[in-house]
């Protein structure tokens, strides 16, 4: 997980070197002119979707909707997605139901794009178009450098459709942005997720999809119960559950989301000491400072990767092969 982890910026480097690829797509994205964007993936690739929806609607002005897969293959019951772009996202390709609801969706109209790291695999087979992220070999169980290829190369093609020449510049600087990420210490906070009974993670718009990702690391991780949620979703329920003894890390980009962000973070301090901030001038947690919002919260998984692949080991697990899980998914 840790040198899977530090391979991110040169893998990130060669993605978004490929210029032909992602223009291709984008041609053809754009002969279908679609009404609605679909995004469907389990797990970390979840989380790639989350995000990724941010980045149609709030860019685009193309709505997003996470798919259903059950809906395929427990219920039998494809809906109509003509003028939908289904965007399928795996690191192996593998799941069934990934792949049976991409048929589906190819044949109920869709046109199907598949964000994957094995060109060769069979929900690449069963899409129409196919952006492979070339991350390389990946054994660590834990996902990491797959997932934030996946990220990046979805950023990537909503800069193309855009043609913002800011969020490319923005892509641009990642590698080396990336690098001065990894140096980030988040041991702080590590160290108060290594011996907690449970932990949240909280961001808003870009940064949610992210904050979820690393919920799910500590989860897989750390075997202890972590939650991702909105800082506004937070507010309606669950801010009950916090207290002192569960760390919650707070991500914050530099938009318009930053005050709930900051509303929430200066909420919760009075009854914790364990409230940690990364981003903004009041960060409690190293950063490299804030650059573009749409790519800022990717690259702090890069620290939090980092810090909970440290916080396992000093609780004794290994990082690489948590109990119960293994690389490949098969779900139906």
């Not at 390709?93 to 969706?105: F, H, I, K, Y």
Request: neutral net charge.
């Amino acid at each position: 997980m840790a040198r899977e982890t530090a391979e991110i910026p040169a893998a990130t480097e060669r993605l978004l070197a490929q210029d032909r690829l992602f223009s291709t797509i984008v041609q053809r994205i754009g002969q279908t002119k679609p009404r609605v964007v679909v995004f469907c993936g389990r797990g970390s690739s979840s989380h790639v979707g989350v995000y990724l929806r941010y980045l149609f609607e709030a860019r685009l002005g193309i709505l997003g909707s996470a798919a259903a897969p059950s809906i395929v293959t427990a219920y039998h019951s494809p809906p109509d997605l003509r003028g939908a772009l289904w965007i399928v996202i795996s690191q192996s390709g593998q799941s069934p139901d990934l792949v049976a609801a991409t048929q589906m969706a190819r044949q109920a109209g869709a046109l199907t794009l598949a964000i994957v790291n094995d060109e060769g695999s069979p929900t690449a087979a069963a899409s129409e178009l196919v952006l492979p992220i070339g991350a390389g070999a990946e054994r660590s169980v834990a996902a990491t450098k797959t997932v934030v290829l996946s990220m990046i190369a979805g950023a990537r093609l909503v800069t193309e459709m855009s043609g913002d020449p800011e969020f490319k510049r923005a892509l641009e600087s990642l590698p080396s942005r990336m690098t001065a990420a990894l140096a980030c210490d988040w041991s702080a906070w590590s160290k108060s997720v290594a011996g907690a009974p449970a932990a949240f993670v909280v961001g808003r718009g870009y940064g949610l999809g992210p904050a979820r990702e690393i919920a799910l690391k500590l989860a897989e991780s750390l075997l202890v119960p972590a939650l991702g949620y909105s800082a506004a979703e937070l507010r309606h329920g669950p801010r009950a559950s916090v207290n002192a003894a569960t760390p919650v890390l707070l991500i914050r980009q530099a938009d318009a989301a930053a005050a709930t962000v900051d509303a929430l973070a200066d909420d919760l301090r009075p009854g914790s000491d364990l409230i940690f901030t990364a981003g903004g001038d009041a960060g409690t947690l190293p950063w490299i400072g804030d650059a573009h919002p749409v790519v800022d919260p990717v690259l702090m998984l890069l620290p939090a990767y980092r810090a909970i692949e440290f916080a396992a080991c000093l609780r004794g697990f290994d990082p690489d092969a948590p109990p119960h899980l293994s690389k490949v998914t098969y779900t139906l």
